[in-house]
């Protein structure tokens, strides 16, 4: 008797069979030959399928026996180990001690100096080491209990204060409107008793940080104001930051002189990385007004700012919104020979090269008076006693007059009112 064949044997027998009878078919309808012969080999294939699907089954049927097995096997196994061992450890559970001396209850010295009567004259156990455990519990429940009833009692006093702070809050988010208005409603008392008002204190601490030279321009400017209550404003702009830092980078050291030298480097640092035309953060604004109207502030003429360039130890100005070139404007004619085209002093002219130009895309200028103002005096390049000039019947303004802030508004206010006079 033949053995019986594998699964495997069978599912490679059906494939070749089956290849066969294909390949045979499709030969006949390449051929032409005629197609009776097609469903005799159909039914053959169909025989195959059969015969692969009952090999199929068997193998499935046989390896569900041998999984039915190992299952009742791995059971019965299972059943043995959980109850071998049962009678034979079920003593232990009775002769399990438990830890409770390493639980963190109240020590028994305290208990005994701690606890009440009442508590310690219990009897809960036969067992004197099990009675005072459950004393000691007992205890700690009544130490629980007390705790919980000083929480609920503090509840309430919190529930006051959160609500009270959140009254206080409320009326600190209210604070500034209240105070605004206070401020506003406080100027006619201000203004009686001649006080100083916060925009004029905010200028004078932005002031501190100004530049010697303009901080210079804007006490003269605020002495005039004050002492002969000059038609003008004056404002200090820019940014505060800036100029903050600015402040302690040229902040003396109190260091020794290695210190020193060290502190000084940033300075050159941020000098050389602005260039030459880098100007302070800070700058001020001067609005000129009328002084011949009866509502001078109704009545601005011009509006001038003054900057500071670091590199170069100018003063420049210019007109604030102004459409005209530098060449063009009131500021070239203010004083003789004074255009504010190229720097003033042969110290400049020796930084900016040869050509002695000054940037022509800057709107301010370096005016000479304006460096008299802020205090920056240098040697003329020629001698007046060279040039034969007198100073004193000339028609240029002497050093006295550059000096005085009161001729330098006096031409403003001239030289603004002629060009409005030329347009007319």
Request: glycine share 4%.
């Amino acid at each position: 008797m033949a053995p019986e064949k594998s699964p495997l044997e069978l599912l490679r027998e059906s494939k070749s069979s089956i290849e066969e009878i294909v390949a045979r078919m499709l030969s006949i309808k390449k051929q032409g030959d005629p197609k009776s012969e097609n469903r005799e080999l159909l039914t053959q294939i169909f025989l195959n399928f059969i015969n692969l699907r009952e090999s199929c089954d068997s193998d499935g049927r046989r390896e569900s026996e041998k999984r039915d097995g190992v299952s009742n096997g791995f059971a019965a196994s299972q059943s043995h180990v959980r109850e071998e061992p049962l009678p034979q450890s079920h003593h232990i559970f009775r002769e399990f001690k438990s830890k409770y001396p390493n639980i963190d209850l109240i020590s028994e010295q305290d208990f005994f100096r701690d606890a009440p009567e009442a508590i310690k004259s219990q009897m809960l156990s036969n067992h004197s080491s099990h009675d005072l455990m459950l004393k000691r519990l007992n205890f700690e429940l009544h130490q629980r209990k007390q705790v919980c009833k000083l929480r609920a009692e503090l509840e309430q006093p919190k529930k006051c204060l959160l609500e009270a702070n959140a009254e206080r809050n409320k009326f600190l988010s209210t604070l500034p409107l209240h105070l605004k208005s206070l401020k506003k409603a406080s100027l006619p008392v201000q203004n009686q008793l001649s006080l100083p008002s916060p925009k004029k204190l905010k200028y004078h601490d932005l002031a501190e940080l100004l530049p010697p030279p303009l901080y210079l321009v804007y006490s003269k400017f605020m002495a005039q104001k004050e002492a002969f209550e000059e038609n003008i404003d004056i404002e200090v702009s820019g940014n505060l930051k800036d100029a903050q830092i600015y402040a302690r980078q040229q902040a003396p050291e109190s260091s020794d002189d290695d210190g020193k030298t060290h502190r000084k480097r940033p300075k050159k640092e941020s000098s050389d990385e602005a260039g030459l035309y880098g100007v302070h953060p800070l700058k001020l604004v001067l609005h000129v007004y009328d002084d011949e109207t009866p509502d001078p502030k109704s009545h601005k003429l011009v509006m001038l700012k003054f900057e500071y360039l670091l590199k170069l130890n100018l003063v420049c100005v210019g007109i604030e919104e102004s459409q005209d070139g530098p060449e063009k404007n009131i500021l070239c004619n203010l004083f003789p020979d004074d255009a504010g085209l190229e720097p003033p002093y042969q110290s400049t002219k020796l930084i900016l090269g040869d050509d002695h130009a000054f940037d022509e895309s800057i709107t301010s200028r370096p005016y000479k008076w304006a460096q008299h103002l802020a205090g920056i005096e240098v040697l003329p390049e020629v001698s007046p006693f060279v040039t034969g000039k007198d100073t004193q019947n000339s028609d240029t303004a002497s050093l006295s007059d550059h000096y005085n802030v009161q001729t330098v508004l006096r031409r403003i206010r001239t030289q603004k009112k002629k060009a409005k006079l030329i347009l007319m």
